[in-house]
């Protein structure tokens, strides 16, 4: 196995187990005026943006998940949808060439609903069409880097811990204008403010992390709604996570139809870290 697999085993694990990488407070007369005007600050601007987002119904999504370790990078890249009214999702998720051990993987389908993440194409160890589950209620850092993509609503509902945060102004993100918000998440303040689907797993990611703020960069519409969140997670071997996730494309219809109880594998699943 050479270096770079090496890594990425080290990021999967389960599935893809990253088990290594990592208000706004408005700052003078220009914060005061660019911020969404719906909220008082730019902190609470951020702090509601879980809020926002279930009002706003659902959205596609991109995501880009970076892990840094040992002076080796490896990204894993997602597209889907997300509707945050009902909490549920999905995504296909690409590993780099290498990460299951072989030139060429198939994208792996995730579906993210509350309490559990569904996960086909997994790889080894897993029968052709059956899907994994995992109960993310379980899961040490609460799904928020398990998946190879951080859970999109319960990325922005970990801004309800949102501190430390400056506005540093107004940018564009894929043509629309957005108002640029820096600072750190804690995810026990977060997860005591989440909504109850986001609770549990978000209590499990605050007694699980040993790093348990997360700095963050959140850029909102005039509209309150994300566009774009970076967040970035510490672990205590030093190595890091960042997190990107895009919002886009806001109503757009989101079908998730979980597999039938025989399709769900439940034998043992071979880790590409075994190889």
Not at 52 to 80: C, F
């Amino acid at each position: 196995m050479g270096q770079r697999t090496r890594a990425t085993a080290a990021a999967v694990g389960l599935g893809l187990y990253a088990a290594a990488l990592t208000g706004c407070s408005g700052s003078g007369e220009a914060a005061e005026q660019d911020h969404d005007p719906s909220a008082s600050t730019p902190a609470e601007a951020v702090r509601q943006a879980a809020d926002v987002l279930i009002r706003a119904g659902s959205s596609r999504i991109r995501t880009s998940m970076e892990m840094a370790s040992g002076g080796t990078k490896v990204s894993v890249n997602g597209t889907g949808g997300f509707d945050f009214a009902r909490h549920r999702g999905s995504l296909k998720v690409v590993l780099p060439p290498d990460a299951a051990g072989a030139p060429e993987h198939k994208p792996i389908t995730e579906l993210l609903t509350p309490g559990a993440l569904y996960m086909k194409n997994r790889g080894e160890g897993v029968p052709a069409g059956k899907w994994v589950r995992v109960d993310t209620t379980r899961l040490a850092d609460g799904n928020l880097v398990t998946g190879g993509a951080t859970e999109p609503l319960a990325a922005a509902e970990l801004l309800r811990g949102a501190r430390s945060v400056t506005y540093v102004g107004g940018e564009t993100v894929g043509g629309v204008p957005v108002w640029h918000c820096q600072g750190v998440a804690d995810i026990a303040r977060a997860a005591k403010g989440a909504s109850p689907d986001s609770r549990k797993p978000l209590s499990a990611a605050a007694k699980g992390f040993s790093v348990t703020t997360v700095p963050f960069d959140a850029y909102v519409d005039g509209e309150g709604r994300l566009r774009l969140l970076r967040q970035r997670f510490t672990f205590t071997n030093g190595a890091e996570v960042v997190s990107t996730t895009w919002f886009y494309a806001f109503g757009s219809p989101v079908r998730v139809v979980l597999p039938a109880e025989g399709d769900i594998y439940s034998g043992k699943i071979v880790s590409a870290s075994a190889k």
